[in-house]
C-alpha cells in the first residue's frame, strides 16, 4: 500500500466507474464488429497519432527471479505455485550493464528490468535498482522497472535516477481480476500506477489475454486503462503463456483474431498510447504478428527471453522486420522487358 503522506488527496482511482462502464459498452461494440471494419478504423486512428514505420523494440531483463508472495495464478515466479522456476536474487550492477549494452547493440530503445517483488524493497537493493537505472541510462535507452508496489518516495527516487516508465499491469478487469490475483486489490495495483505518474514516470500498464476472461473482460480492462488521466503511455498485451504448475497450466489459447481485436479497441480507445505486442509472440507466426501491428501495435519485445518465459527469435524477428520494411525481397526477380 501507498503510505506517503499527502498520497492519498493527490489519488485518481478510477473513482468514477460510471465511466468505464460507459467505455466498456463502447469498447465492447468496437469489439465486436465486423472483422474488416474494426481493423480499418483503428488502422486509421493508429496513423493518425503515429508514423506506421515506428516499431519500438524493447528488451526485458528480469534482474531478481521467483519467490514473489503474491499468488497471480499465471505466474512462474509465485512462491504459491510449484513451477520449478530457479531463483535469482537480485543481479549484479555488472551483469545488468552486460545485459543492457547486449539490449542496446541488438537495436533496443527501451530495456526494461523486472523484479518479482510484492513491493520493492528498501535499503541496498533498492538502491542498487536506481544504480541499474542510471547504467542504463548512460547508455541512451529508455529505462522502465516493474518492481511490485511502489511508494511515492521511491518512485521519486526512481525519477530521480532517471526512470522513464513504470510498469504494473492491471492484468484483466476489475470484475474477473480476484479470479486471478487474491494477495493483492486491483486498487493497490491503480494506486502504484497513480504514485508513479505522481512522481512524474510515464505509465506501463496493461494486460494478459486468455485467463479466462469474457470478450467484456477485455474490454472493461481496456476502458478502465483508459479512463486513466492521463492515459497511459505504454500499454502491453500479452498472451498467456500457461505454465505448468501454475493454476493456468491448462486455459485454452486465445484465438489471433481475439488478440488482434483486442488490439485494435486498444490502439481506438488509447490512440497515443504504444500498444506492446508482448508475451506471446513466439507463438504467433509472422503473418499474424503483421496483422496485430496492422491493428495498432508499435513495440515488441526483442529477446530470447519475456523475464522467465521463451520469446521470438532474432532471425524470426529480422524476417518480420524485413518484411515490414519492404523494399526488394528474394523470389521478386520479374523486371520490365522479362
Ligand atoms: S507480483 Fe509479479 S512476480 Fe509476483 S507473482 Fe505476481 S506477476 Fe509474478
Known amino acids: 500500500m501507498i503510505d506517503d503522506e499527502g498520497m492519498s488527496s493527490a489519488l485518481q482511482l478510477n473513482e468514477n466507474p460510471a465511466s468505464v462502464a460507459v467505455l466498456t459498452e463502447t469498447a465492447l461494440a ?40 503474491e499468488d497471480c495464478g499465471y505466474c512462474s515466479q509465485s512462491g504459491h505455485h510449484k513451477t520449478g522456476l530457479e531463483r535469482q536474487p537480485l543481479l549484479s550492477l555488472d551483469d545488468v550493464r552486460h545485459a543492457a549494452t547486449q ?27 536506481l544504480e541499474m537505472v542510471r547504467i542504463v541510462k548512460s547508455l541512451g535507452m529508455e529505462a522502465c522497472t516493474t518492481l511490485g508496489m511502489l511508494t511515492l518516495d521511491q518512485a ?7 526512470l522513464d516508465a513504470y510498469n504494473h499491469n492491471v492484468d484483466t478487469s476489475r470484475e474477473h481480476y480476484p479470479k486471478i490475483v487474491t494477495t493483492r486489490t486491483y486498487d493497490d495495483r491503480l494506486q502504484t500506477l497513480h504514485a508513479a505518474r505522481e512522481a512524474g514516470l510515464t505509465v506501463c500498464s496493461g494486460g494478459i489475454l486468455g485467463m479466462g476472461e469474457s470478450e467484456r473482460d477485455r474490454c472493461a480492462m481496456l476502458a478502465e486503462l483508459a479512463t486513466l488521466n492521463p492515459q497511459p ?22 484465438s489471433v483474431p481475439d488478440l488482434v481485436r483486442t488490439i485494435a479497441v486498444a490502439r481506438i480507445l488509447m490512440p497515443k498510447s504504444r500498444v506492446r505486442l508482448s508475451a506471446g509472440r513466439v507463438h504467433l507466426s509472422r ?10 501495435a508499435n513495440s515488441v519485445f526483442i529477446g530470447e527471453k519475456l523475464l522467465t518465459t521463451p520469446n521470438a527469435g ?25
Not at 156 to 162: F, M, P, T
Open 30 to 69: 468496437l469489439y465486436q464488429k465486423p472483422f474488416f471494419d474494426l481493423l480499418y478504423e483503428a488502422h486509421t486512428v493508429h496513423r493518425a497519432h503515429h508514423e506506421p514505420e515506428d516499431i519500438q523494440r524493447c528488451v526485458l531483463l528480469s534482474i531478481k527471479t521467483g519467490g514473489c508472495p
Open 103 to 129: 539490449a542496446k547493440e541488438s537495436g533496443a530503445e527501451r530495456f526494461c528490468m523486472g523484479a518479482a517483488w510484492r513491493q520493492a524493497p528498501e535499503g541496498e537493493q533498492f538502491e542498487r535498482v
Open 156 to 162: 521519486r527516487q526512481l525519477k530521480e535516477a532517471g
Open 233 to 254: 503511455e505504454s500499454v502491453p498485451i500479452n498472451m498467456l503463456m500457461p505454465i505448468a504448475g501454475t493454476p493456468l497450466a491448462q486455459a485454452p489459447e486465445v
Open 287 to 296: 503473418e499474424a504478428q503483421l496483422l496485430a501491428l496492422f491493428a495498432g
Open 314 to 338: 532474432q532471425s524470426a524477428d529480422d524476417a518480420l522486420f524485413a518484411t515490414l520494411s519492404g523494399g526488394a525481397r528474394q523470389g521478386c526477380s520479374a523486371s520490365a522487358g522479362d
